[in-house]
């Protein structure tokens, strides 16, 4: 009979999550994993596989949290435009005052390892289209409730994921949020109305 484990498995992974979102794949080495996540490497092993496998879990578990949660307040609104402006909100609290200081893990695997890790790269494709299709959605109940700019639409919602890369890749110069809120007023001003700007 197998040993059961002594241990919580998402909580162990949460903390594995944060030392990859922080240091990136090759930084983080296995007993700075064990450390964080407060297990020894066999029990790492055993639960997750090696460090590449606990990487990809640790994809996993970033998208079923943190990016579900955010894709949730941009369906959750009272309107398309509240959504979107939610988002965006939300994004620039967190890269001033919380983890998205250290950019996105997501983001941060672009860079890192998606142009020679196949499987790594189909996990951010389907985080992209999952955020792609959140945005559309927000955009045509903005269309429909007059909330957009003439001639935007569904078809930008690549220009919204595009602009919450840049910013995930800017939080790790610390931007002041007058920055942060700058950038965003004005990449949003050429899809909502003013009045639609406005938090």
């Not at 007993?31 to 596989?49: E, H, I, R, W």
């Not at 494709?125 to 045509?140: G, K, P």
């Not at 903005?142 to 001639?151: F, I, K, S, Y």
């Not at 595009?162 to 995930?168: E, H, K, S, T």
């Amino acid at each position: 009979m197998a040993r059961q484990r002594e241990f919580n498995t998402d909580t162990a992974l949460d903390r594995a999550v944060d030392t990859f979102w922080q240091q990136g794949f090759e930084a983080a080495g296995v007993q700075a994993l064990c450390t964080a996540m407060k297990l020894n490497p066999g029990s790492v092993y055993a639960a997750f596989g090696d460090k590449r496998a606990l990487y990809l879990a640790a994809m996993d578990r970033y998208i079923d949290t943190v990016s579900r949660d955010a894709i949730e307040r941009i369906n959750g609104a009272s309107s398309g435009g509240a959504g979107i402006r939610a988002y965006f909100a939300n994004l620039i609290d967190a890269i001033v005052g919380g983890k998205r200081r250290w950019g996105c893990l997501i983001t941060n695997a672009v860079a890192e390892l998606a142009q020679r890790d196949p499987e790594i790269a189909n996990k951010i494709d389907l985080h992209f289209a999952r955020l792609t299709t959140a945005f559309e959605a927000a955009l045509v109940r903005a269309r429909c409730t007059g909330e957009l700019v003439p001639d935007a639409g569904p078809e930008k919602a690549p220009f919204l994921v595009c602009l919450v890369q840049g910013l995930n890749v800017l939080a790790k110069t610390r931007p002041p949020r007058k920055v942060l809120e700058n950038i965003v007023q004005t990449a949003l001003g050429a899809l909502l109305k003013p009045s639609q700007r406005q938090q």
